[in-house]
């Protein structure tokens, strides 16, 4: 598994600097990438954590991005968090609130149908993300 990558300069100094981490069963949990000397700055670019289920689905994706000098409103950090129905279908994915139940919930943002497919829900008609013809969502 690739733990380290590094960037070089085309006079191969130093740019920057990848290091991945993985937990017990392998699945990617983060990534940090910093600034080596060669590239005039120091400090984190973007840090990167991800949290699992039993099932291996991804839960939370954290992401921080360092601010551009000179660019105002640049960096930051936000959540994303995920939930799956009994089958690892994702069924709600947003970065505030809680889901507080699935039939009728405004939060829900993905069902799927009883072919297995999963479709963007919304408040409006749903659109699917896999060919096939359309058919009704039904509640999980």
């Given at each position: ?23 017990a069963n392998l699945r990617a ?55 799956y129905d009994a089958v690892s ?52």
């Open positions: 598994m690739i733990n380290t990558v590094t960037y070089l300069t085309t006079s191969s100094t130093g740019l920057s600097l990848e290091q991945y981490s993985y937990d949990t983060g990534v940090t990438a910093t600034w080596l000397s060669g590239s005039g700055s120091s400090g984190t670019i973007l840090s990167q954590t991800r949290t699992y289920d039993p099932a291996s689905s991804v839960t939370s994706l954290s992401t921080t991005l360092a601010a551009v000098p000179g660019a105002s409103g640049s960096g930051g950090s936000e959540t994303q968090n995920y939930c279908r994702l069924v709600w994915a947003g970065n505030s609130g809680t889901p507080t139940g699935l039939a009728g919930d405004p939060f829900r943002l993905f069902a799927g149908d009883a072919p297995g497919r999963t479709a963007h829900v919304g408040r409006k008609q749903p659109a699917f993300h896999l060919p096939g013809p359309r058919r009704s969502i039904h509640s999980l």
